[in-house]
């Protein structure tokens, strides 16, 4: 096998956690519109998606992917026979059920209404103005109801805390003084 096979196949390999997502195969990032908005600047010189918002876009892809939810056109060679003898496809192993419940469990978060715009433009890379199309929203409103969505789904991964719109913050839940007060032992000189 010469070295470049041997390199095609290295990189074919699935994604470890906290590995970059663009390892994933099959999916090309040039092709994102996710790494497009992020490498786009509006008319204030800011990104059009935050850091936040490609991590959370990209993570919810990776959980698709995994999940094995993507139309196939081809036979998925991957499960086909894999550890049955009668020749039936195999089915889906553990991590592959947990993806698929991370991936609905982000959607249900993020609500119905922003769901469909991440399922289209994050999951199957279908640019911003094919998303509003098959969606039916109104022209030009793609990227508004896209970063509302992407927001949303930051928030449910915790990379953005419940008041803020941008960037990374420690998130705890509970009100100040929320923590009982417990009156110290009163040690007694017999013990």
Not at 115 to 139: F, K, N, W, Y
Not at 165 to 171: D, Q, T, V, W
Request: with cysteine.
């Amino acid at each position: 096998m010469s070295r470049t096979a041997a390199a095609r196949l290295s990189s074919r390999r699935p994604p470890q956690t906290g590995e970059p997502t663009s390892s994933v195969p099959g999916f090309n990032d040039a092709e994102s519109p996710l790494a497009w908005l992020r490498a786009r600047r509006g008319k204030q010189g800011v990104p059009l998606i935050s850091d936040a918002q490609f991590l959370a876009g990209e993570r919810l892809r990776r959980d698709f992917e995994r999940a094995m939810l993507a139309r196939r056109t081809t036979t998925n060679w991957d499960l086909a026979g894999a550890g049955s003898p009668s020749g039936f496809p195999a089915e889906p192993d553990d991590a592959a059920l947990a993806a698929r419940e991370r991936y609905h469990r982000a959607l249900r978060d993020v609500g119905p209404e922003l769901s469909g715009i991440l399922t289209e433009v994050c999951c199957l890379a279908a640019g911003i103005e094919q998303a509003e199309r098959a969606l039916d929203l109104p022209q030009r409103s793609g990227k508004a109801v896209l970063g509302l969505a992407l927001t949303a789904l930051a928030r449910h991964y915790g990379l953005l805390a419940l008041g803020q719109a941008g960037g990374s913050g420690i998130r705890r839940w509970g009100a100040a003084g929320y923590r009982p007060v417990v009156p110290p032992v009163a040690s007694s000189p017999d013990a």
